[in-house]
């Protein structure tokens, strides 16, 4: 009845002109292909039926490239039903199948838990009410194998690329960090005082920042070099300068404690310098000093040399065993200064002076062995120049009373401690005291009374003696004006008076002040103020000549060239020194000379005055020879200036009585 119902049913489709299509036939679906029979008119229908079964669908799987399932369902009802193939659909996945159809789209779907990509195309039906699919599935397990390589080649790929990318910072870090991190190393070093360079690789920004901070290390090192240079160095001889110098004492006496080795500081002084100086002029003197530290250098091979300043210089000897080592060195020092050398044209032969000290005898630190080296230098000076001398301990006790001498002389003149004392000078002509000389005195308060010879030295040589002469003059003119107005007053005034300048105005200020008529005012000078004054000295002495000052010539004849000074000035008095006195009776030839300078002075039309009367015999000789006045102790010690008021009294009596 079944197949009767189909028969029924093929007969419809005939009849509709269908000839071809899937139909269920049996429950099983099939290819149907109609022909008509003609003989000549229709007669019947020959359908063939060809199963759409699990081969048919294999050799459609065959024809496929990809590994294909197809299959074949059909509808029953409202579901489907798998009737080829090897797909088996289940419940639900054929319930969705519906939906799908009308997207007309690949979908997924599970087939015995597989996924599949599927495509499901409606087959065209021979029989009305038949519906057929053919169903198409991929599996995504097969289908996405390809995929899983790329997967895994995308996978590998990313990792390479964060490897790469990992590498490459860290290749970035090492070539931009790391740079910037031994050069910020390298600036904290620079900071610091230490002098870096840092390594330059390559041509990118950072080599070239590398490299400027290197140019600019370079730079500040040899700024430092030259700052250095400046404050260890003499600039004018190379040398080593006295900073450089005290360092280097200090480091050898270090060096020296506790061994056997000792250390001779020389101490050179150029003799004569400051003459060369000022006659030749100051680039003449630069030359002299250039040409003594290059001859010290030499001589003083391997040891350390320095200039102090000015024209002195120090050589610090080691001295390991023989210690003639050190007169030595001394002796050739002095050999190679003294050799000639011209400068600007002039031929000078100049020389030194060397004082040694030795440590650690001499002087327990540096600045002790300096100061002995420098006393040394001032006894080879006074020995005669061009010679070496040792420090002694005696020099330092002397050097010791000097220094206590200054500065009692300086708190002296505040403290009011100077006296004048006046001697007399008798006028051989009118019998009377003609003037007195000033003489100063120190009352120091623990030495009692001091005579000039123990400090005039030294206050010249500190030119204490200016103002202390000043205050002389002003005294005894202030003294002086008090006398009757036939006396006068002699003072002596020091050449270093004359040449630190202010003579005159003090002069002339000490007259204004105690109204003293300048012609009893006379100054005393010796021939030692022409030696280095010059043309200054006699402008000065003709200047005094001109307000009404007399001028005497002390100690006469016993410089050098004391006849030569009497053409040079119109002195108006010559002191005859008492040196020619005192051998007058005894001397021979002694009367001869005192006649002559006597005579001479008398044809210059100068007054002369012995110096230092002592008895009767002297005076009857020099009153035969015509002299002037007379002057000692046969008439009168120095005395204190009320003693004087009291003579004159005595004189004015004796006159009366007379
Ligand atoms: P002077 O100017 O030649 O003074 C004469 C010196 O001979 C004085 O020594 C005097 O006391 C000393 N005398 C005088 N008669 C005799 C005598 O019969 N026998 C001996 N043995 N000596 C006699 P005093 O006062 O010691 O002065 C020494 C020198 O000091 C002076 O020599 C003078 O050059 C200098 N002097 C003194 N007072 C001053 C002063 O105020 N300023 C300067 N610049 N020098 C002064
Ligand atoms: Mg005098
Ligand atoms: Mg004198």
């Known amino acids: 009845p079944r197949l009767a119902r189909e028969a029924e049913a093929?007969?419809?489709?005939?009849?509709?002109g269908r000839l071809g299509g899937v139909a269920v036939l049996g429950g099983k679906p099939r290819q149907l292909v109609a022909a008509a029979l003609m003989a000549p008119?229709?007669?019947?229908?020959?359908?063939?039926?060809?199963?759409?079964?699990?081969?048919?669908?294999?050799?459609?799987?065959?024809?496929?490239?990809?590994?294909?399932?197809?299959?074949?369902?059909?509808?029953?009802?409202?579901?489907w039903r798998s009737a080829a193939g090897t797909m088996r659909l289940d419940e639900k996945a054929a319930g969705s199948l519906e939906g799908h159809l009308k997207d007309n789209a690949a979908f997924e779907m599970a087939d015995d838990d597989e996924p599949s990509i599927t495509l499901a195309k409606p087959l065209p039906t021979f029989l009305t009410g038949d519906r057929a699919l053919l169903i198409l599935a991929y599996p995504k397990s097969e289908a996405l194998a390809g995929a899983r390589k790329l997967q895994i080649a995308l996978g590998l790929m990313?990792?390479?690329?964060?490897?790469?990318?990992?590498?490459?910072?860290?290749?970035?870090?090492?070539?931009?960090?790391?740079?910037?991190?031994?050069?910020?190393?390298?600036?904290?070093?620079?900071?610091?005082?230490?002098h870096v360079k840092v390594q330059v690789r390559g041509e990118d920004e950072l080599a070239r920042l590398a490299a400027t901070f290197n140019e600019m290390s370079g730079?500040?090192?040899?700024?430092?070099?030259?700052?250095?240079?400046?404050?260890?160095?003499?600039?004018?001889?190379?040398?080593?300068?006295?900073?450089?110098?005290?360092?280097?004492?200090?480091?050898?006496?270090?060096?020296?404690?506790?061994s056997d080795v000792l250390v001779a500081l020389h101490c050179l002084d150029l003799d004569q310098f400051k003459v060369i100086n000022d006659t030749l002029g100051h680039p003449a003197g630069d030359a002299l000093l250039i040409a003594a530290g290059d001859r010290i250098r030499d001589v003083a091979r391997g040891h350390f040399v320095a200039r102090l300043g000015g024209d002195e210089f120090v050589v610090l000897q080691r001295v390991e065993g023989d210690r003639n080592a050190i007169d030595r060195l001394a002796e050739q020092l002095i050999a190679s200064i003294a050799r000639p050398l011209t400068i600007d044209g002039n031929e000078l032969v100049p020389s030194t002076s060397v004082g040694i000290a030795i440590a650690p005898f001499d002087a327990p630190d540096g600045g002790t062995l300096l100061r002995n080296a420098d006393l040394a230098l001032y006894r080879a000076k006074e020995a005669g120049r061009g010679?070496?001398?040792?420090?002694?301990?005696?020099?330092?006790?002397?050097?010791?009373?000097?220094?206590?001498?200054?500065?009692?002389?300086?708190?002296a003149l505040e403290r009011g401690e100077f006296e004048l004392y006046y001697q007399p000078l008798f006028d051989l002509e009118s019998n009377r005291i003609g003037?007195?000389?000033?003489?100063?005195r120190w009352n120091h308060p623990e030495r009692g009374l001091v005579p000039p010879a123990e400090f005039i030295g030294v206050a010249e040589e500190t030119g204490i003696i200016v103002p202390m002469g000043a205050w002389a003059l002003r005294e005894a003119c202030r003294k002086a004006s008090e006398w009757p107005e036939h006396v006068r007053v002699a003072v002596n005034v020091s050449p270093v008076q004359f040449h630190r300048g202010g003579l005159h105005?003090?002069?002339?200020?000490?007259?204004?002040?105690?109204?003293?008529?300048?012609?009893?005012?006379?100054?005393?000078?010796?021939?030692?103020?022409?030696?280095?004054?010059?043309?200054?000295?006699?402008?000065?002495?003709?200047s005094l000549r001109s307000i009404g000052v007399r001028i005497a010539l002390d100690d006469f004849g016993t410089g050098y060239s004391s006849l030569s000074y009497l053409q040079s000035f119109p002195f108006d008095k010559i002191k005859i020194d008492r040196s020619f006195i005192e051998n007058l009776l005894t001397r021979p030839g002694a009367t001869a000379i005192v006649a002559a300078i006597t005579e001479l002075a008398h044809a210059l039309g100068m007054e002369t005055t012995?110096?230092?009367?002592?008895?009767?015999?002297?005076?009857?000789?020099?009153?035969?020879?015509?002299?002037?006045s007379v002057q000692g102790f046969l008439f009168a010690r120095p005395m204190q200036a009320n003693q004087i008021t009291r003579l004159f009294r005595d004189e004015d009596q004796a006159r009366n009585v007379a």
């Not at 093929?10 to 509709?16: I, K, N, Y």
């Not at 006295?242 to 280097?248: A, D, G, I, K, V």
């Not at 003037?435 to 100063?440: D, P, Q």
């Not at 105005?505 to 022409?530: H, K, Y």
């Open 10 to 16: 093929l007969w419809v489709s005939l009849d509709a």
């Open 41 to 79: 008119s229709l007669i019947g229908w020959v359908v063939f039926a060809a199963d759409l079964d699990a081969r048919e669908m294999a050799s459609l799987e065959r024809l496929s490239a990809i590994p294909l399932h197809a299959g074949v369902l059909v509808g029953e009802q409202s579901s």
């Open 158 to 194: 990313t990792l390479l690329g964060m490897a790469l990318a990992a590498f490459a910072t860290w290749r970035a870090a090492g070539r931009i960090t790391e740079p910037l991190a031994r050069l910020d190393h390298a600036a904290g070093r620079l900071a610091s005082g230490e």
């Open 219 to 258: 730079k500040i090192e040899e700024r430092e070099k030259r700052i250095t240079q400046l404050a260890f160095n003499d600039v004018l001889t190379g040398l080593p300068n006295r900073t450089m110098f005290q360092q280097q004492l200090e480091h050898l006496y270090h060096s020296i404690e506790d």
């Open 387 to 411: 010679t070496f001398a040792f420090f002694e301990e005696s020099l330092n006790r002397r050097a010791q009373d000097r220094r206590r001498l200054e500065t009692d002389l300086r708190l």
């Open 435 to 440: 003037s007195f000389e000033a003489l100063i």
């Open 505 to 542: 105005e003090t002069i002339v200020q000490a007259l204004a002040a105690s109204g003293l008529a300048p012609d009893r005012l006379e100054i005393e000078i010796t021939e030692s103020v022409f030696l280095d004054g010059g043309d200054s000295t006699l402008k000065l002495l003709h």
């Open 610 to 628: 012995a110096e230092g009367v002592e008895d009767n015999a002297q005076l009857v000789e020099l009153r035969s020879h015509g002299c002037s």
